[in-house]
């Protein structure tokens, strides 16, 4: 009889592992039957809610959200065979309201409403803080705003009824009880829906906030570091799942006061999110073009992507420029002995090169400071009929620290295109042989032309 029940039980774990079933993650009480594949797209929504109870603590643990956008970039998109290359992760950071948070996740209903839900998984992460009422769940928003689980979950649920895998982060205190046993069984499996719940900590229990010495908030930062593939243990066979994660994440509070809490539904299928690999590029290319003052700003330049609330800014490119003139000017050597008469005129280009860095605010809006140098030259044509005691035209360039700010937008989501209003201002640091040429007023006025205030509106495109 035993060996007949061993028998059984040995050909039953046989078959599983021969259709390509999963057994290595099962949760509690549950057996997994079936593990699907990674889906065609995703979308990611992270809201980090800042300046309530500790602002700068708050503020600082809202925008560790900001990492979304180099992860997504460098890990996520590349697992989704029919991601937009320039998908953006939406994010609502810092000053969130009750309405932010309603508008962030009826905006990705309507999103699953014009593709194949069943292609999509939507990830959304939410740190800030939380509270227990009556067996309720409430996310405090900012300035003491409130948001019941049981409008937040409306929102998730129907995300699954029609057919999206829902991957849920909650980082708050008391993140447990935002669902409840049973509150699944509204969920409609037949449409191959899903939802992986991830709470911070248990009902009644408090989160581990932002650290100050780690610079983090410890649960956001486990699930951030596993994304961007740093905690191979989450990996089974090079494959982030739901419960590979599960077991992970429950794994690194072990023997902690916080604990999380993992629900999963339904609990006899398990998917794929990630396949564990190496980073896609670590820049982007941009191209751009202004008018204003000066007349055209043309240029080019990379993105580096070395964190996520600032990026590093490398451009190089020429700003066109009305020409001036300064006819009939008679230069003298030190010794009053005639050097040479001249036809002056400034060169119509003025190349540039910057340095800076592209600081994200969120809402498709960002800032770019950028400094560097710029470059102006001036030739001179001998006279005719004078001449110049070498037989050639004397020659300056001068040099001026080219500080810029932009405020750039993404208009209407538009995920490569940017408007760009700039301001800035250039400052004479030096020139080459302008010693020779500064007696003249005329000529010292083409060079500070290059100096001042400028201003100008444009275009960029990111590739």
């Given at each position: 009889?035993?060996?007949?029940?061993?028998?059984?039980?040995?050909?039953?774990?046989?078959?599983?592992?021969?259709?390509?079933?999963?057994?290595?993650?099962?949760?509690?009480?549950?057996?997994?039957?079936?593990?699907?594949?990674?889906?065609?797209?995703?979308?990611?929504?992270?809201?980090?809610?800042?300046?309530?109870?500790?602002?700068?603590?708050?503020?600082?643990?809202?925008?560790?959200?900001?990492?979304?956008?180099?992860?997504?970039?460098?890990?996520?998109?590349?697992?989704?065979?029919?991601?937009?290359?320039?998908?953006?992760?939406?994010?609502?950071?810092?000053?969130?309201?009750?309405?932010?948070?309603?508008?962030?996740?009826?905006?990705?209903?309507?999103?699953?409403?014009?593709?194949?839900?069943?292609?999509?998984?939507?990830?959304?992460?939410?740190?800030?803080?939380?509270?227990a009422v009556n067996n309720e769940y409430y996310l405090v928003c900012s300035n003491g705003e409130k948001i019941s689980g049981t409008e937040i979950k409306e929102y998730l649920i129907e995300m699954a009824n029609k057919g999206a895998l829902v991957i849920v982060f909650l980082d708050t205190c008391h993140a447990g009880a935002l669902f409840k046993d049973g509150d699944f069984s509204s969920i409609n499996s037949k449409k191959n829906g899903a939802i992986a719940f991830y709470?911070?900590?248990?009902?009644?229990?408090?989160?581990?906030?932002?650290?100050?010495?780690?610079?983090?908030?410890?649960?956001?930062?486990?699930?951030?570091?596993?994304?961007?593939?740093?905690?191979?243990?989450?990996?089974?066979?090079?494959?982030?799942?739901?419960?590979?994660?599960?077991?992970?994440?429950?794994?690194?509070?072990?023997?902690?006061?916080?604990?999380?809490?993992?629900?999963?539904?339904?609990?006899?299928?398990?998917?794929?999110?990630?396949?564990?690999?190496?980073?896609?590029?670590?820049?982007?290319?941009?191209?751009?073009?202004?008018?204003?003052?000066?007349?055209?700003?043309?240029?080019?330049?990379?993105?580096?992507?070395?964190?996520?609330?600032?990026?590093?800014?490398?451009?190089?490119?020429?700003?066109?420029?009305?020409?001036?003139?300064?006819?009939?000017?008679?230069?003298?050597?030190?010794?009053?002995?005639?050097?040479?008469?001249?036809?002056?005129?400034?060169?119509?280009?003025?190349?540039?090169?910057?340095?800076?860095?592209?600081?994200?605010?969120?809402?498709?809006?960002?800032?770019?400071p950028l400094v560097g140098l710029s470059f102006l030259s001036i030739s001179g044509d001998p006279i005719p009929d004078v001449g110049a005691s070498d037989g050639k035209g004397e020659k300056a360039t001068a040099t001026c620290l080219s500080s810029n700010v932009r405020l750039a937008w993404a208009p209407f989501k538009m995920k490569n295109w940017q408007i760009h209003a700039t301001a800035g201002y250039d400052v004479g640091i030096g020139d080459t042989n302008y010693n020779?040429?500064?007696?003249?007023?005329?000529?010292?006025?083409?060079?500070?032309?290059?100096?001042?205030?400028?201003?100008?509106?444009?275009?960029?495109?990111?590739?």
């Amino acid at each position: 009889m035993n060996r007949f029940l061993l028998l059984v039980i040995t050909s039953v774990m046989l078959f599983f592992a021969c259709k390509g079933y999963s057994q290595d993650f099962p949760d509690e009480g549950s057996v997994i039957t079936e593990t699907q594949s990674i889906r065609k797209k995703i979308h990611i929504l992270a809201i980090g809610i800042g300046t309530y109870k500790k602002p700068l603590e708050d503020l600082l643990a809202a925008y560790q959200l900001n990492h979304y956008s180099s992860i997504a970039h460098d890990y996520i998109w590349p697992n989704y065979k029919k991601q937009d290359k320039h998908e953006k992760v939406e994010k609502i950071l810092s000053t969130v309201s009750v309405n932010d948070v309603k508008n962030g996740l009826g905006n990705f209903l309507k999103i699953i409403d014009n593709e194949n839900p069943k292609d999509v998984v939507v990830m959304i992460h939410i740190l800030g803080h939380g509270e227990a009422v009556n067996n309720e769940y409430y996310l405090v928003c900012s300035n003491g705003e409130k948001i019941s689980g049981t409008e937040i979950k409306e929102y998730l649920i129907e995300m699954a009824n029609k057919g999206a895998l829902v991957i849920v982060f909650l980082d708050t205190c008391h993140a447990g009880a935002l669902f409840k046993d049973g509150d699944f069984s509204s969920i409609n499996s037949k449409k191959n829906g899903a939802i992986a719940f991830y709470a911070s900590s248990q009902a009644g229990q408090e989160a581990d906030g932002f650290k100050k010495d780690e610079k983090k908030a410890p649960f956001t930062d486990i699930i951030l570091r596993t994304l961007a593939n740093e905690n191979e243990e989450a990996y089974n066979s090079d494959t982030l799942t739901l419960y590979s994660l599960k077991h992970y994440v429950e794994e690194r509070f072990e023997g902690k006061k916080q604990k999380p809490c993992v629900k999963l539904f339904p609990q006899n299928k398990d998917f794929k999110i990630l396949l564990k690999a190496g980073k896609v590029k670590k820049f982007s290319i941009y191209t751009g073009i202004l008018v204003g003052q000066p007349i055209v700003s043309a240029f080019g330049g990379l993105t580096l992507f070395k964190n996520c609330i600032v990026h590093g800014k490398i451009e190089a490119g020429v700003s066109i420029l009305p020409q001036r003139e300064a006819n009939s000017v008679y230069l003298y050597k030190s010794d009053n002995r005639f050097s040479g008469g001249y036809n002056y005129i400034s060169s119509f280009i003025q190349p540039f090169v910057r340095l800076g860095a592209e600081i994200d605010l969120g809402k498709d809006w960002s800032l770019i400071p950028l400094v560097g140098l710029s470059f102006l030259s001036i030739s001179g044509d001998p006279i005719p009929d004078v001449g110049a005691s070498d037989g050639k035209g004397e020659k300056a360039t001068a040099t001026c620290l080219s500080s810029n700010v932009r405020l750039a937008w993404a208009p209407f989501k538009m995920k490569n295109w940017q408007i760009h209003a700039t301001a800035g201002y250039d400052v004479g640091i030096g020139d080459t042989n302008y010693n020779k040429l500064r007696e003249n007023d005329d000529v010292k006025k083409m060079a500070e032309y290059l100096k001042g205030l400028r201003g100008q509106l444009g275009v960029v495109y990111n590739f």
